[in-house]
């Protein structure tokens, strides 16, 4: 029945609404497929896309061709559809090459966090003032951590794609500590410096708050571990440490691993500031076979600047690492068990900063 006496008309519009619809749906399909081949094309040429997240680098007129972006290629452009692919017509259509994004970056000091969102094939960091891109050793093992599972309450992580426990690291910088009142922060490990060798003299040293601070945590049920601040130069002193360690947690309940931990030393000369990444190498494998010996897990602690230039990663590949990043999102590809992510943390019972650190499957 049809009691407003229009119903054809209705249908022959319905009609017309579909047929509308359809190459609308056409047209976008096909406008996004052209997008895409222009994606690939430019990826493969080594362009990224200009957004507003370079709004602050405007286009440089007479800049120079990015050497790596010669390839020929067929895209639509300022200059039509045969138009080589090369710095000026990609720029005309929005695009910005990888070469440029370098020395903006250099130029302007950007942070390394943001470049490695750009460039994730590589893994960047600084050396002496300098930004590095290094490539991912495909040899290398990588990690199984999945970063969608990744979020923050605050300045704390939250991770639920694997058994994830929030902890720091404490030394005599941070003083008396009220291990009951760290606890009740949801703190649930500690990794605490046992002692340390002198940078210039050489000489082993106890940490002035070892022993309080594992007491204390223990007793709040706090999860152990401990670390040591080496200044090694050869495998003999490396061991030396290790024995030094090892002797001196027998009265506690060690569940974490013991890391071994080497620096630069920040405006001093150092004892091991002509190592070689052999060398330094060879003093961490010694000090961590000598751990695994006494029956308990090793763990290697550094920075990705330490672990791709002051060390060989691939003959530390036995062993745990500790990786020192302090981004919102990791990007490192190799495997870790811990993550310190910040030197600026706040904990209820501990006066001032503190190390942060989200350890995986411990």
Known sequence: MDPDGDGGKKAEKKGGDRRIWVIMALAVFILATQALAVFILAAQAGFLPLSARFADYPAEAGAEADPEAATEGAIGGAEGPDAPLDEENMRALGWISAETVRRYAREHNINTEFLSRLFPDKIIYKQAGEI?????????????????????????????????????????????????????????????????????????????????????????GVRLGVYFFSQAVTPAEAVEEAD?????????????????????????????????????????IAFCERIKEAGYTPLVYANPNWFLSRMELDRLEPYGKWLAQYYRLPAYPYDFSMWQFSSTGSIDGIKGNVDLNLAFGL
């Open 132 to 220: 590095v891109y290094a490539d991912i050793d495909p040899g290398l093992r990588r990690h199984g951590h999945d970063w969608r599972a990744l979020g923050w309450n605050g300045q704390r992580p939250v991770y639920t794609g694997e058994d994830a426990l929030f902890g720091i690291d404490v030394s005599r910088y941070q003083g008396e500590i009220d291990w009951g009142r760290v606890a009740g922060d949801g703190v649930g490990f500690a990794m605490v410096r046992l002692g340390y060798r002198g940078y210039s003299s050489g000489a082993l040293t106890y940490d002035e708050f070892f022993e309080s601070n594992m007491r204390g945590a223990s007793q709040a």
């Open 244 to 284: 030094m360690v090892i002797d001196s947690i027998t009265p506690y309940g060690i569940s974490l691993p013991i890391a071994f931990d080497m620096e630069d030393i920040s405006g001093e000369a150092a004892r091991t500031d002509s190592m070689t990444a052999g060398q330094v190498t060879d003093v961490t």
